[in-house]
Every structure is written in C-alpha cells, then in structure tokens.
T-cell receptor
Framework: AQSVTQLGSHVSVSEGALVLLRCNYS??????LFWYVQYPNQGLQLLLK??????LVKGINGFEAEFKKSETSFHLTKPSAHMSDAAEYFC????????????????FGKGTKLSVKP | SQTIHQWPATLVQPVGSPLSLECTVE??????LYWYRQAAGRGLQLLFY??????ISSEVPQNLSASRPQDRQFILSSKKLLLSDSGFYLC???????????????FGSGTRLTVV
C-alpha cells in the first residue's frame, strides 16, 4: 500500500533563507508525486508534480522538487523564502498502474506548515 | 477551462441541525469527485468519492452522507450535525480517464463549518 510521510509538521525559516520541506513515500511501483499548497481558509493549489519524466520538477512561485528513487523522497525546495510563502504544504502520491477504486486515489501526507519570519 | 465551485464559504450551524454543502464542476464531463474534511491538526481526511452519477463510496463511517444527483454535482449532507462535524470541507475533482488521479486533483475553495 502507498503511504506518504512529511517530516516536520511545522517549519520556520527567515525571509530570504532556503526552504526545504521533506516528503518520503512508500510505493511498490514508481509513483506519481505531487506538492500542493494551501493558504489559510482556501483550497489546495497544485504547486508541481512528478510523472516519471525529468526527476527535477519546477513548479509555480519558484518552488522545485527532486524525485530520488534511491531515497524514496520528493523534497520541496525554494532558494529564498518570501513572506507570501507562509502556508501549509501537502505532499501526495498516486499509483500510476492503479485505475480505479480507492486505491486509485491520491494519498496525502499530513501537511507541513511553513512560517516565514521577517 | 475547468472550474470547480463550492458553497457556502462559511457556515455556522447549531448541533442537531441538517447540513447541505454543494459542489459543482464546469468544463468537463463525468469527473471523479471527492469530499475531504480538515479538522484542526488532523490533515486531510477523505470522506467520500464518486466515479459517476449515483455512485458513492464512503471511506470513513460518519454522521455524513454524499449524493451525486447530476454528472457534475456533488452534495455533502447530514441529518443532524454533531460538534465533531466542525471543520473545513473541501471538494475536489479529477479526470475520469484511467488513472485519473494521476493527473492530480483540482480543489474547490472550501467551506468552513462551525457547529455550535
């Protein structure tokens, strides 16, 4: 069964510092991976996704993530944090070989709240 | 382009009252539809998903139910709300293609429900 682990429920960085949000997955097959961002009282917005093409994926707002199969990781990074990056971030995984039922749905991590200090 | 609408944005309801939250999708046909709940500190909890009209799968036994009366309409209901039903409710859709979830989900803007 697939699972997603996000290390750190809260991460705090200073404005201009590197942002690193960790995501590890467990999957029996090479998965598809996603990062979503959620601002307060809003829905989730897709930041980026990995679908077995390039292992380094660039997303919106200057974020990127690298798929590392050997580490079963898909960490999200941004070189320089901005105050507007303060939000909750969710990693999600799906099984590209599974075509239906609940097993075919996205599995979400528990989320990491990012705080950005001025 | 596809859009998803969810309403109301906020709702305050007394314990024991009924609930109806609506979600509609435009610009696509036969989408897979999902209802999630976020309770404080508990992440995203999948409540229901639907692959077609009248087809509802429940992931967690609840005081809630879901219905899909039309292709692009998904409704979350309760006959009698509990305090524990408070939370942020999110609707989402994905393409109905094989492995549609692999395209990712598109979420609505959410409904903040407070049961008092």
């Amino acid at each position: 069964a697939q699972s997603v682990t996000q290390l750190g429920s809260h991460v705090s960085v200073s404005e201009g510092a590197l942002v690193l949000l960790r995501c590890n997955y467990s999957s029996s097959v090479p998965p598809y991976l996603f990062w979503y961002v959620q601002y307060p009282n809003q829905g989730l917005q897709l930041l980026l996704k990995y679908t077995s093409a390039a292992t380094l994926v660039k997303g919106i707002n200057g974020f990127e993530a690298e798929f590392k199969k050997s580490e079963t990781s898909f960490h999200l990074t941004k070189p320089s944090a901005h105050m507007s990056d303060a939000a909750e971030y969710f990693c999600a995984v799906s099984d590209p070989t599974n075509y239906g039922g609940s097993q075919g749905n996205l599995i979400f991590g528990k989320g990491t709240k990012l705080s950005v200090k001025p | 382009s596809q859009t998803i609408h969810q309403w109301p944005a906020t709702l305050v309801q007394p314990v024991g009252s009924p609930l109806s939250l609506e979600c509609t999708v435009e610009g696509t046909s036969n989408p897979n539809l999902y209802w999630y709940r976020q309770a404080a500190g508990r992440g995203l909890q999948l409540l229901f998903y639907s692959v077609g009209i009248g087809q509802i799968s429940s992931e967690v036994p609840q005081n809630l139910s879901a219905s899909r009366p039309q292709d692009r309409q998904f409704i979350l209901s309760s006959k009698k709300l509990l305090l524990s039903d408070s939370g942020f409710y999110l609707c989402a859709w994905s393409p109905s293609l094989p492995g549609g979830a692999n395209y990712g989900y598109t979420f609505g803007s959410g409904t903040r429900l407070t049961v008092v």
